[in-house]
């Protein structure tokens, strides 16, 4: 692939999966090898998007958050992103690294939330510019060992998506596998529970097969 290319990476998973530790040491690995990288994040990744981000992951009014309103406060961040930041880096050459994308949409309130499916796509289609990724690392990873790794944040307090009982957790990490079970030319499957250089490892050699 030439240099010119932009080339789309997310990175998915369930809390505690490790998913920004990887994100920043791809990044590291592909700068050394010549390739400008963009590292953003879903929800968020622009300054009105970010806004919208505490809006839905730490909204703690009287008013209930309706599974329709998280997932249209979703769309309406990642229909800022993509247009301002993500496809600008893609079409000046970039490599844009992503920390959640569509199939968190897919997973959280799709598999989660039970949201009709339909539904989502259409929203994920339009809202993405029917952009997918061109490769997705799913970082699986049991809840139970998820919360284990983040539970020094309690103090700082869950957010939403966080404080949802374990069986919520559960139908995200299968909603996630049933999503890279579909597209398995897209998705590379990375178990979150080996050492992470090793994880690291694995996830250069699928990107260097596609890049380099």
């Keep these: ?81 993509v247009r301002e930041k993500i496809l600008p880096a ?22 989660a939330r039970n949201m009709p499916q339909d539904v989502i796509d259409y929203l994920n289609d339009y809202a993405s510019a029917k952009r997918k990724p061109d490769i997705t690392i799913l970082m699986d990873l049991p809840p139970e060992v998820g919360f284990a790794r983040i539970a020094s944040r309690e103090s700082e307090g869950f957010d939403r998506f966080e404080n949802e009982k374990i069986d919520f957790h559960n139908r995200v990490r299968q909603a996630f596998l049933d999503a890279a079970a579909k597209e398995p030319q897209r998705f590379c499957v990375v178990d979150a529970t080996l050492d992470k250089e090793v994880i690291a490892e694995k996830i250069r050699q699928v990107v260097d097969v596609a890049l380099f």
């Design 1 to 81: 692939m030439s240099k010119n290319n932009g080339f789309f990476i997310t990175f998915e998973g369930p809390e505690g999966a490790g998913k920004s530790s990887q994100v920043a040491m791809l990044a590291q690995y592909l700068t050394g090898r010549m390739r400008h990288c963009v590292i953003t994040r879903e929800p968020g990744g622009t300054e009105l998007a970010e806004l919208i981000r505490q809006v839905v992951k730490s909204y703690n009014g009287k008013e209930k958050v309706h599974d329709a309103t998280e997932l249209l406060l979703m769309e309406a961040a990642r229909a800022q992103h």
């Design 90 to 111: 893609l079409d000046e050459g970039a490599v844009v690294i992503c920390d959640r994308f569509s199939d968190s949409t897919t997973a959280y309130q799709g598999g």
